[in-house]
């Protein structure tokens, strides 16, 4: 019943619901397209990017750091394709050079912070590894003024987004910009990281961005079946994290929910239908006793 009455409970529960819901649906066109690395280069890429938001305005309000993280995560995303373009350096070297050098720049900027004699700058670190317990009410509304509108924009592009995930040559041989659409939704993929960063932090938001949807990916073989599954994923996870963590001494709510998504997770990879560990063993061993089967 505390989920109902306390306010704290309720508000560190909806938001952690509110992103695993983002994540998971937007999570699944980044597993579909094999970006998953790019969504975790472009997590820790977000750092400076609040640190530069704080620094050129001098507030903490929860959309302006937001707005920052995202532009030097799409910042950080099309570095990459620029690199990977123009230079005979591969996508996997050039994810851990943004990784590293946006990640530096970022630590470098909150240890410049800190030497400010003032308090303003106090609990910017806490986007590091996240502190979800400290949400409050305009933290939600921030989370979902950018959520929302990223969900909206992938049901208006369903069938764009469908097709290029899976089949992005017969896309181009259709006339879809393909090019366009990528970096459409490698845009919303980073609202998807940007609005889960006071939550789990930088380090932990790739997991929330691909534990639902790889495990979504062990039940069904539909897309629409997949993204349904992953966002049920994300938000449970999301909710009985939030009430672990509360109910445990000294438990970080952020690491707590990562921890219950990767239980599903766990749970999706050895019990699934068709595609489970376990049933697979035990449909092999099926198939040696009975011959012919």
């Known amino acids: 019943m505390e989920l109902f009455t306390d306010y704290t409970l309720r508000t560190v529960a909806l938001g952690a619901a509110l992103l695993g819901v983002v994540s998971g649906v937007l999570g699944c066109f980044a597993v579909l397209r094999r970006q998953a690395l790019l969504g975790d280069a472009m997590s820790h890429a977000a750092l400076p990017g609040i640190a530069l938001a704080f620094m050129l305005t001098g507030r903490r309000e929860p959309l302006i750091l937001l707005v920052g993280a995202a532009l030097a995560a799409w910042l950080a995303a099309l570095l990459l394709l620029a690199i990977t373009r123009t230079t005979r350096v591969k996508e ?25 004699p003032d308090a303003a700058q106090a609990g910017l670190k806490s986007f590091l590894f996240g502190q979800a317990a400290a949400l409050v009410e305009r933290d939600v509304v921030a989370m979902a003024a950018l959520g929302l509108p990223a969900l909206l924009c992938v049901a208006l592009l369903w069938k764009q987004f469908k097709l290029i995930s899976f089949d992005p040559e017969y896309a181009a041989s259709l006339g879809m910009p393909v090019g366009l659409l990528g970096v459409a939704l490698t845009t919303l993929i980073v609202v998807a990281i940007v609005i889960g960063l006071q939550t789990v932090g930088v380090v932990l938001m790739s997991a929330m961005l691909v534990a639902p949807a790889a495990a979504a990916r062990q039940w069904t073989d539909r897309l629409g079946v997949m993204v349904l599954l992953a966002a049920a994923f994300g938000a449970t996870s999301g909710v ?37 560990i376990l049933w697979r063993r035990r449909r092999i061993a099926l198939s040696e006793r009975v011959p012919g089967a």
């Open 240 to 276: 009985v994290g939030a009430l672990i963590s509360a109910t445990g001494r000294g438990l970080s709510t952020g690491p707590t929910i990562v921890l219950c998504m990767a239980v599903i997770t766990a749970v999706s990879l050895l019990f699934a239908p068709e595609r489970g």
């Open 92 to 116: 996997d070297s050039g994810l851990a050079l943004l990784l590293a050098v946006f990640f530096g720049f970022g630590l470098v900027l909150l240890s410049l912070l800190q030497q400010r």
